[in-house]
């Protein structure tokens, strides 16, 4: 997509397709290999679209279907949105699954006490970004690797949201905000939007106006472009790294308010388990490098779609569990490798 190249250069920020790999090639080759890069994933989801519906007896992509899948993509695209912004850094947060669950925890135990609540929203994200300021506190200011500091809160804070609960499932049948999870806005006769995709929609809107569209945006692409030249440049690159994991945090802490709404409960074992999975799967399947600096929020979008339409398909032409499994991984691979060789060496591996 235009907006995948990396914004500390000027011909990113202008849309510009990158010089390399265009070298001999005629203006309308150039144009033509700039819309297949924005083109991005959107053609592979549209094929397993399309493909779902012909072997699922045509159930797919009726109305009922889609809105289910809206939902299942919902949550995902929350915590993908953060974990997009961690990623163009260069760096990693596997923690937000357990983020979630401990968030999702705090919200259901404030929401059992009269007095308080209509404080289980605020709670539940000020865990979260309380948890994400912490790691990225030991990131950017205590120098630790991403990988080892979330690593440890995966299993540190998954311990947290089960010791908040006494290991049990914590359930309120007249939670507050429970139409977060289960009400929609009727568009049209027998067409509702759910609440879910509404707040997953406008978590990715706003992602995209502040990495395409504010100084903060330049200086997140900058610093996972080359850290040490944004060092030089004069971009505090500890501040942007306390965000970025701030951020995934505090979209975590929004997933868990979402998740329990959907269910009127929260379980600190089960909820989010392999949650960072999904979303780190759906921010490399939208074309976000690993190695940071290039990426999209919009790819991202495009992935966690890919992953719902792939969980949802599956169902529907009668795949079982395990293969599943097997299908969803190889599809992914086959995806990223088909994506990356389209791309040439426009993108960096």
Known sequence: MSDTQPASRPEAQAGVPPPSGGAGLSARQVQARAMIQAAGMLPVLIILAIGFHLLGGHRFLSVQNLSIVA?????????????????????????????????????????????????????????????????GALIAYGKL?????????????????????????????????????????????????????????????????????????VRIYAVGGNPAAARLSGINVPRILLFVYALSGLLAGLGGVLSSARLYAANGLQLGQ???????????????????????????????????????????????????????????????????FRQGSGVRT
């Open 71 to 135: 939902q299942q993509a919902s949550i995902n695209c929350v915590l993908a949105a953060g974990m997009t912004f961690v990623i163009l850094t260069g760096g990693i947060d596997l923690s937000v699954g357990s983020i979630l669950a401990a968030s999702a925890m705090g919200a259901l135990i404030v929401s059992l006490i009269p007095d308080l609540s209509m404080l289980a929203i605020p709670t539940c994200l000020a865990v979260g970004a309380g948890i994400g300021l912490l790691n």
């Open 274 to 340: 392999s949650y960072e999975l999904d979303a780190i799967a759906a921010v490399i399947l939208g074309g976000t490098s690993f190695v940071g600096g290039t990426g999209s929020i919009w790819g991202t979008l495009i992935g966690a779609l890919i992953i719902a339409v792939l969980s949802n398909g599956l169902i529907l032409v009668g795949v079982s569990d395990i293969w599943q499994f097997i299908v969803k991984g190889l599809v992914i691979i086959g995806a990223v490798a088909l994506d990356r």
């Open 145 to 217: 690797p991403p990988f080892i500091v979330t690593l440890g809160s995966l299993t540190a804070v998954r311990g947290l949201a089960r010791l908040m609960g006494a290991d049990n499932t914590v359930f309120n049948p007249q939670l507050n905000y429970a139409v977060l999870g289960n009400g929609g806005v009727p568009i049209a006769p027998g067409i509702v939007i759910p609440w879910l995709a509404i707040v997953a929609i406008t978590v990715i809107v706003l992602s995209w106006y502040v990495l395409r569209r504010t100084v903060l945006g």
